[in-house]
């Protein structure tokens, strides 16, 4: 890929025409476009669902008169609601669609983020983050969105630049909130009022970037989510495809859509349709041996249409198109090994980053007493790791991508995963146990740790495309909500260890190795599944 592609009109594959490159510099380009509202949409709502943590332990604290347990609990409370969302998230991207369900989580959380203000008490405070935990929901859509835009050789690049660039919010808001603030302030309005206004922007960009989503943007690179069937029946027929469908009408498969008549794609699997007679099996033999005496016919490529093979287009159209999930397709999925590893993967590494994100302020300022940190100094330092995220999430995703490329293989993805978690973990330990009040030190260990957590976290939603690509939404929404049980847990942990941070960190990096070792050992792929390879 040259340097041209971030701007260049990407090729596509030629049935579900998915970018085979990312134009993140050409906004105007259908998938630069996409690719823009979809980075941009997850930032502000990470920015608004974090933007509490920056004032919450010192002036939000004071003003509605809580106590630190009161504090911790409200950080678990505001997990809670990202995980039931993310779950049902990824139900609706596979059933509407995952451009409305984006715009549906921002619309959904922009309210009690304009609400924040009317907290007066402690139910009001864990009523509110319950309810802005709804914008961490947006996560799953977005990564959806990124995965039916841009096809397997980028699509980890695809989805870790989107999601890197959007949790870079966390980061933001330690700077942003806190600084707002501060101007406020300096304009005469008192705490109790400065605060309140304080959310009024995060609500406003949300409502903004939401409109964009319904107005500006497409379902799919197809067109509208209802029509995706149609339009890769269509390619199918205008690659001359049609006799290959034939041929594999009579193939039983675990994975992805089947061909019903001749060239039709349709959204019912195979083995619900009635079995097939041996005669009609031994005919539908007989024709595909037939057809290898046939010469090839080549298919008629349009512009910018990769020049891919008969069997890809094939198992592009039969395995990727993702469908309306039914309650036994979702059990299947959810409960298979391959999405087990990636939640379980997505539970100690996005988990750990949530619950310190939440109190790495605290930590800095009880750490760094000799410095005389302030609230703003604090939370800019805090505010780092998050901003890592903008480089170290993304390198996990290219890693994986390349990969991937040059062994051919999503093994390679899944050991890459492995071995960074469990690099991060080491890391976790070292921090927890040294505890340094050093600057240097701390800063340095952190860094070191935000590159191999943030991006095992792009390496887990490069694997996750390739896993019942089928059911997209159901494995990215399962995966996502597991990083927030992996939060909520791991949050549990510095609630009743507080103030103890440094052993909180180290029990929490020896339940990350322990837990990707035992699950490194399970393929990456269903056993039978065509699609995704």
């Known amino acids: 890929m040259g340097i041209n592609t971030l701007w260049a009109a990407p090729e596509v594959n030629p049935i579900n025409h ?16 996409t690719f823009f509202f979809s980075w941009f949409g997850f930032f502000i709502a990470f920015w608004s669902w974090y933007a509490y943590p920056p004032l919450l332990s010192d002036v939000i604290k004071g003003d509605i008169k809580v106590s630190t347990a009161v504090v911790s ?12 969302v993310r779950l049902f998230a990824g139900y609706l ?33 864990y009523a509110n983050r319950f309810f802005i935990g709804i914008l961490g929901g947006s996560f799953v859509p977005c990564q959806v969105w990124m995965t039916g835009f841009f096809d397997k050789n980028c699509v980890g690049t695809a989805n870790a630049i989107a999601a890197g660039l959007g949790n870079a919010g966390g980061g933001v808001t ?23 206004v304080d959310f009024i922007v995060p609500g406003v960009l949300i409502v903004f970037v939401a409109l964009c989503l319904f107005f500006l943007c497409e379902d799919t690179p197809l067109g509208s989510w209802e029509d995706r069937f149609a339009v890769v029946d269509e390619n199918l027929r205008k690659h001359d495809m049609v006799g290959m469908a034939d041929i594999n009408a009579h193939e039983s498969s675990s994975e992805g859509a089947i061909v019903g008549v ?22 539908a033999s007989t024709d595909e041996k037939k057809n290898d005496l046939l010469p090839p016919v080549e298919p008629q490529y349009g512009d910018h249409e990769a020049h ?64 005389h940190f302030t609230l703003q100094e604090s939370g800019n330092w805090a505010a780092m790791f998050g901003l890592l995220n903008i480089v170290c999430r993304p390198a996990g995703g290219i890693a994986a991508d390349y990969a991937y490329r040059y062994t051919g293989s999503v093994w390679a993805k899944k050991v890459l ?22 600057q240097a030190t701390m800063f340095g260990l952190f860094a070191g740790f935000a590159f191999f957590l943030e991006g095992g976290n792009g390496m887990n939603y490069a694997l996750v495309p390739h896993v019942h690509p089928h059911a997209n939404g159901i494995v990215s929404g399962f995966t996502g909500a597991m990083g927030n049980l992996g939060g909520i847990c791991f949050a549990i942990i510095f609630r009743y260890l507080t103030p103890n941070f440094g052993k909180s960190v180290w029990i929490i990096g020896v339940i990350t190795i322990a837990v990707n070792i035992a699950v490194c050992w399970i393929q990456p792929i269903p056993r039978g599944q065509r699609a995704g390879r």
């Open 93 to 125: 991207c596979d059933l509407a669609g995952p451009r409305k369900t984006f715009a549906l989580c921002l619309l959904a959380g922009a309210i009690p983020t304009f609400c924040a203000g009317g907290v007066t008490n402690a139910a009001g405070l």
């Open 308 to 371: 891919i093979g008969a069997e890809q287009m094939y198992e592009a159209a039969k395995g990727e198109v993702v469908r309306k999930p039914t309650g036994k397709e979702i059990l299947k999925v959810v409960f298979s090994p391959q999405t087990f590893v990636t939640g379980m993967c997505y539970f100690c590494s996005f988990g750990a980053e949530l619950s310190i994100n939440s109190i790495l302020g605290n930590w800095y300022l009880a750490n760094f007493k000799a410095y």
């Open 18 to 33: 998915k970018a085979r490159s990312i134009p993140l510099l050409n906004p105007l380009n259908l998938y630069g476009k």
């Open 262 to 283: 001749p060239g039709q794609i349709t959204s019912e699997k195979y083995e619900d349709a009635p079995a097939a007679t041996s005669s009609q099996v031994s005919q």
């Open 417 to 438: 995963l492995h071995t960074y978690a469990v690099i991060s973990g080491c890391f976790l330990i070292a921090i927890g146990l040294l505890n340094s009040h050093n």
């Open 174 to 196: 330690y700077f942003v909130m806190p600084a707002i603030y501060n101007a406020l302030r300096k304009d005469g309005l008192t705490t109790h009022v400065a605060w309140r």
């Open 73 to 84: 609990n409200s950080n678990v409370i505001a997990l809670t609601a990202t995980l039931l």
